[in-house]
């Protein structure tokens, strides 16, 4: 009988208080159905009040309960060796007056960040010379410039970040999103190696 089992582990998963996590919620698994189905169910771990927010699964866990079910197992892993859990406790009440202060000062923020550069650029000095350049005429005010540029500068800051309110515009991720990504990604290596270094400190006291 081929007892080959080929694992990969999922990046991240989420997980509620008190869930017992099986193998088959932190990996992909390639075998005989037979052997899938008496492995997907083996327990790795129990969550509880002490893992706080986050737990980190390692490989080395599932290959310790799958030898457990059967040491003849022949185990082949592939991808990452961690996954991580997010566990998701319950929301907490939406508070529009703390969303309308955070909102309020994002907007002020941005916008005072925006009229400082124009003013550290003199923007309305590039303007007024634009606008003596095309019409010969001065004025302190060239609103046939100013406005169509402010204007230019909102789609500008839409196309940037790709999204108009939740809908997007189109398919490729925005800058935000790819820095999002990366600062996650560096986030989730941070927890890992953390984690490493608490499971030998635990191995070390032993």
């Known amino acids: 009988?081929?007892?080959i089992v080929y694992i990969r582990l999922r990046h991240r998963i989420q997980a509620?208080?008190?869930q017992i996590i099986r193998i088959g919620d932190v990996a992909q698994l390639v075998a005989d159905d037979?052997?899938?189905q008496l492995i997907e169910k083996v327990a790795v771990h129990h969550v509880n009040m002490s893992d706080k927010s986050i737990v980190v699964v390692?490989?080395?866990q599932l290959l310790k309960e799958l030898r457990k079910v059967d040491p003849e197992l022949d185990i082949q892993t592939f991808g990452a060796a961690q996954t991580i859990v997010?566990?998701?406790y319950k929301k907490k009440r939406f508070r529009p007056m703390f969303f309308?202060?955070?909102?309020?000062?994002?907007?002020?923020?941005?916008a005072l960040a925006i009229m400082n550069f124009h003013e550290d650029v003199s923007m309305r000095i590039v303007h007024q010379k634009i606008f003596k350049t095309i019409t010969g005429l001065e004025d302190d005010k060239p609103l046939l410039l100013?406005?169509?540029y402010s204007i230019g500068l909102g789609l500008g800051m839409i196309l940037f970040f790709n999204h108009v309110f939740k809908k997007r515009i189109n398919e490729e991720p925005s800058p935000l999103e790819v820095e999002m990504f990366n600062y996650q990604q560096d986030l989730d290596q941070y927890v890992i190696m953390n984690e490493n270094k608490e499971s030998s400190k635990k191995m070390d006291g032993h």
């Open 1 to 3: 009988m081929d007892k």
């Open 16 to 18: 509620r208080p008190n």
């Open 34 to 36: 037979s052997i899938v």
């Open 58 to 60: 390692d490989v080395m």
């Open 86 to 88: 997010e566990i998701m």
């Open 100 to 110: 309308a202060a955070v909102w309020l000062l994002l907007f002020l923020g941005a």
């Open 146 to 148: 100013q406005i169509p």
